[in-house]
């Protein structure tokens, strides 16, 4: 007799032997796996799910809402973890939690393995990695590969590639295994999203990214190529990083829970748009409310999306921020590629530009005097000369 019905995101070795061990349990099991760009053999995967014991295999492609509604405003935001992560994983998870709850719903599950309970605060979570006996049964990726081995279930991890991958349209991760070492150069072969930048071409590639909103709207190349659709146009920039090694990153990164962990990630097209975002900023975005954005809301938002509290008041805050900070940020950004590294190469806007180039210019004074900034200058030395006359009167130095 069944325990009840169950839907669960379903894909990797992790996923997979948890499938086995609640149907093994006594569970009937709806599998799911939302396609958030990964490269997978649809067909395949639904024959696994379905030979390892899955009463059916839900499969939703919610590429086109990972983009614009996650990855698009990650873009906007500048969003950036530790000054390295780029945060591939994390901007998938509010999609593959929003559709599986959807799937829960629609399939009448009493129970959901997943964690997002803010969404379905009626149905019940269940989370192996938090159950003492499985965790008691499952120590570490050995006893994984061990159980899927007596129980038939195919994986693709195995003791000759001993690391964990996760990929989605924005990047691949891979940790565990051999990278535990921190000091330990990653192998070769362990990138899939991008070349080696020692075997990129040894020529420049040129391209533009056209933004409305702060928005990526349209990519053109060099070589004729032009993208306007949201995920084309993403996947596009993801081809232009790939073979030209752009988007690597090794770092040792703080978990939520305070543990350090050491992480590498290929994120080829959203490093392109960010930096070509991040120029554009300052042709077209005040300095005050880039300020604000930068201290409060970029950080704000990186950490709500990393911690996992997508779905939370805070982040909602945040990002209608962003949103408002962004109207004017509308213009076209031309970059340039070259093995491992991006450059903007130039930047215009003809609706928001707010640089101009005779203020700007070293050649004239007609528009700008220095004798302007006389009483400007008198002004903001009052506070310091009282801080100097304070320290002097305490004895101590400048």
């Not at 839907?7 to 093994?24: A, H, P, Q, R, Y």
């Not at 930048?197 to 990526?216: E, N, T, W």
């Not at 752009?246 to 097209?269: A, H, M, Q, T, W």
Request: hydrophobic fraction near 35%; include cysteine; charged fraction near 25%.
């Amino acid at each position: 007799m069944s325990k009840g019905r169950l839907t669960m995101n379903e894909s990797g070795l992790d996923t997979s032997t948890i499938l086995k061990w609640l149907v093994n349990d006594g569970y009937t099991v709806v599998a799911c796996n939302i396609d958030v760009g990964q490269e997978e053999d649809w067909e395949d995967v639904e024959k696994k799910a379905l030979a390892v014991g899955a009463e059916r295999m839900i499969i939703r492609n919610k590429q086109k809402e990972f983009v614009e509604e996650i990855v698009f405003r990650s873009i906007q935001c500048n969003a950036i973890y530790e000054d390295r992560y780029l945060l591939g994983t994390s901007l998938a998870r509010p999609i593959i939690a929003r559709e599986l709850v959807n799937v829960a719903k629609e399939f009448n599950c009493d129970y959901l393995s997943h964690g997002c309970t803010a969404l379905a605060p009626g149905i019940k979570i269940i989370a192996p990695w938090r159950i003492p006996e499985f965790i008691a049964k499952f120590q570490g990726r050995a006893d994984l590969l061990e159980y899927a081995k007596v129980n038939n279930i195919p994986v693709s991890s195995t003791p000759k590639a001993p690391w964990s991958m996760d990929a989605n349209l924005v990047h691949c991760s891979y940790e565990a295994g051999i990278l535990e070492d921190p000091n330990r150069e990653p192998p070769k072969n362990l990138w899939t999203m991008t070349v080696d930048p020692v075997d990129a071409p040894d020529k420049p590639y040129h391209f533009s990214i056209d933004f409305q909103k702060g928005i990526p709207v349209k990519v053109t190349t060099e070589d004729g190529k032009e993208a306007t659709d949201s995920v084309e146009l993403f996947k596009l920039l993801n081809k232009i990083g790939h073979d030209n090694g752009v988007g690597r990153v090794d770092i040792v990164e703080n978990r939520f829970i305070g543990l350090k962990s050491r992480g590498c990630y290929d994120s080829p097209g959203i490093t392109l748009a960010r930096l070509a975002h991040v120029d554009l900023e300052g042709l077209t975005l005040d300095s005050k409310v880039r300020e604000l954005r930068d201290t409060f809301v970029t950080t704000a938002w990186t950490r709500q999306l990393y911690n996992g509290m997508y779905f939370s008041p805070e982040r909602e805050f945040a990002e209608n921020s962003v949103i408002f900070a962004q109207e004017g940020v509308n213009g076209t950004v031309k970059m340039m590629a070259y093995k491992g590294n991006a450059y903007t190469v130039g930047r215009s806007s003809e609706t928001s530009n707010l640089y101009s180039e005779e203020d700007a210019s070293m050649d004239s004074l007609d528009t700008f005097s220095p004798l302007d900034t006389t009483g400007f200058i008198a002004i903001q030395a009052i506070r310091l000369r009282k801080y100097g006359e304070a320290k002097i009167a305490q004895g101590k130095t400048l």
